[in-house]
């Protein structure tokens, strides 16, 4: 990405992308002390939407000829998105996801999850070079802050919030949501 909007440099490049870990290394840390002073859905809101908007920025700027303006914005657009990511989406699913699955299931229920995540993130790896030959990054931007939007929405309006719950509270949330009908 950062060399086909304009850097040169094979360094450069290796700095940006140190630059894009150590922001995440630092968010994640920043995200472990917010978890349970914020809360998980204010924080996976918050996330999303800052990753939706970040998105925007970089696909927007994607459809610019490579300058050094454009560039410094293409750069602040992928370090918030990672910022954004960091302190929300790519911590708080897998605690989201321990505190949501009932205990019967799980540690079936992670395991699906880890691999589902897996999966969908090695195909992501695969054809995003593939996607972007197609429709360009622009499109593929917009199409990744579509999709962002969807787990926003999820998030924001069906995702329960867990902060100081116990897994019983979760578990009486859930059934009196959907009952079980016991046979």
């Known amino acids: 990405i950062f060399k086909d909007a304009g850097v040169h440099s094979t360094m450069m490049t290796v700095y940006l ?3 894009f870990t ?4 630092l968010t994640t840390i920043v ?7 914020v809360g998980r859905k204010p924080l996976l809101t918050y996330s999303t939407g800052g990753i939706i908007i ?10 610019e ?8 914005v293409l750069c602040m657009g992928i370090f918030g998105f990672i910022i954004c990511f960091a302190f929300g989406c790519g911590v708080i699913v897998w605690l989201a996801m321990s ?3 009932p205990t019967a299931i799980r540690a079936k229920g992670l395991a699906i999850c880890l691999f589902t995540n897996s999966i969908t993130s090695s195909i992501l790896a695969t054809v995003f070079p593939l996607i972007k030959e197609h429709i360009g990054y622009d499109g593929l931007f917009f199409m990744l802050a ?3 939007l969807i787990y926003f929405i999820t998030a924001k309006f069906f995702l329960p919030e867990t902060k100081g719950k116990t897994i019983e509270q979760i578990e009486e949330y859930w059934l009196s949501k959907y009952p079980i009908e016991k046979s």
Not at 66 to 71: D, I, M, R, Y
Request: net charge negative; proline share 3%.
């Open 146 to 148: 579509g999709f962002t």
């Open 99 to 101: 505190e949501l699955l």
């Open 65 to 72: 000829p490579a300058s050094t303006f454009n560039l410094v």
């Open 54 to 63: 970040c998105l925007i920025i970089t696909a927007l700027i994607s459809l």
């Open 22 to 25: 150590l922001l995440n290394f």
């Open 17 to 19: 992308g140190t630059i």
């Open 31 to 37: 995200a472990l002390f917010l978890i349970d002073r």
